[in-house]
């Protein structure tokens, strides 16, 4: 039995749905269930005896060390987090409440239940924790890419609170013992993941007709995985990896925003056999803060765990629109009300100059 913690999100959920489709064993699915979270992701596990489903906060300590005690997992992994850089620069509290306490509060108990394990159950219990490349701040064009001892340098609140989360969890493993693992991977893309994020708004707002807001220039670059090479890895790093240690994790697929909007264009065209969705690219007030390039250097995890990414950016992409075009109604019910509220807080335009 394992745990995971924002199972309902968009890479956990990925995670969970894969995590089934290989084996067994159970799975325990810790989730909030906030504007994020969506039990919708995991309807086809409804009935599935293997998958546990229990609403909670990661930061209740007594509720958490209640579901330890009743399934005692080999392991617990933390997907749970505030995920959205322009969400945690209108509202940073609760990147802290979530990111910092919580994962705090999350560890502590973990550590509390992994004590009174008996060998060999100590030494093989695992505490894989989720985070992302972001930590590392912002890289020049031409410097390499960030590897695990690129100096922390945080730019955002959501960045910083993911930071914080990963320097306790190293702390936690010097000091205590308590077998942890990271992961920093670079930008996920993929079926279920929230509009709010740059690749599946730009597939919705296309199909409807609306404006495809690009920040600033466009020229900001991410290293973009499909979120199954994602999961694989987290497999691979929960399975094989040496505790103590860090893996990064990144598709070495760069790409400009612009670039990223006119393919996910040039794929919707020809799918749909349709319009110049390209034609719908705005230029819109750019991100406090905005960070001009992530890269990631996957040699560690490639070299260690014998782990590569499956897809290509290109057939993951495909990958994707398709999905979202074949699964409106999953659309539909996350374009909720305070999907709205959002969409106008954030984009409230003041037209850019670029
Ligand atoms: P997401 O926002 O889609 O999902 C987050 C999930 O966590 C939701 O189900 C939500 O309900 C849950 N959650 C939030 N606060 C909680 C709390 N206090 N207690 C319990 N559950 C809570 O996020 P995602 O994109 O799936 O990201 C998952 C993890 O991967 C995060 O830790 C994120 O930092 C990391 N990450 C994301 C990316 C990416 O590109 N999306 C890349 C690298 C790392
Ligand atoms: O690098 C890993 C990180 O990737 C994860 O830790 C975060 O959880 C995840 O949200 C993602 O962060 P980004 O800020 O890079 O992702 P987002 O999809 O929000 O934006 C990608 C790029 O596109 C970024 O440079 C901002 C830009 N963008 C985004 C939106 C939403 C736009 O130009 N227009 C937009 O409307």
Not at 72 to 93: Q, T
Not at 309 to 330: I, K, M, Q
Request: glycine share 8%.
């Amino acid at each position: 039995m394992i745990l995971v913690t924002g199972g309902a999100g968009f890479i956990g959920a990925n995670f969970i749905l894969d995590w089934c489709a290989d084996g067994d064993e159970p799975i325990v699915n810790l989730d909030k269930l906030t504007y994020a979270g969506n039990l919708g992701n995991l309807a086809s596990l409804k009935d599935d005896p293997r998958h546990l489903f229990a609403r909670a906060d990661i930061g209740d300590r007594p509720r958490v060390e209640s579901l330890l005690r009743e399934h005692r997992p080999r392991a617990v992994l933390n997907f749970a987090a505030e995920s959205h850089v322009d969400r945690s620069i209108h509202g940073p509290a609760d990147f802290i409440a979530t990111n910092l306490v919580g994962t705090f509060t999350l560890l502590d108990a973990v550590r509390g239940y992994w004590s009174t394990l008996d060998e060999p159950e100590r030494s093989r219990f695992r505490f894989l924790h989720v985070s992302t490349d972001e930590v590392y701040g912002s890289l020049g064009p031409g410097d390499p890419p960030f590897s695990e001892t690129t100096a922390y340098a945080p730019n955002s609140p959501y960045a910083a609170s993911k930071a914080g989360s990963d320097h306790l969890i190293r702390a936690y493993h010097h000091t205590y013992g308590l077998p942890t693992l990271t992961t920093n991977c670079s930008n996920n893309y993929g079926p279920r993941q929230f509009p709010e994020k740059l690749i599946p708004l730009v597939i919705h707002n296309a199909v409807a007709g609306k404006p495809l807001p690009v920040y600033g220039d466009g020229l900001q670059i991410r290293d973009w995985l499909y979120v199954g090479d994602h999961c694989a890895a987290i497999r691979a790093v929960l399975e094989r990896g040496r505790p103590g240690e860090t893996y990064n994790v990144g598709g070495s697929a760069e790409q400009t925003n612009l670039e990223v909007v006119r393919t996910v264009c040039r794929i919707l065209s020809d799918l749909k056999r349709g319009r110049d969705y390209a034609a719908q690219i705005t230029f819109v007030k750019d991100r406090a803060g905005h960070d001009r390039r992530y890269a990631i250097d996957a040699t560690k995890i490639r070299r260690e765990l014998r782990w590569t990414p499956a897809e290509t950016f290109e057939s993951g992409l495909e990958r994707t629109v398709r999905w979202y075009l074949d699964n409106e109604a999953w659309l539909d019910a996350v374009t909720s009300k305070e999907y709205q509220r959002w969409i106008t807080l954030n984009y409230t335009a003041v037209p850019s100059t670029a």
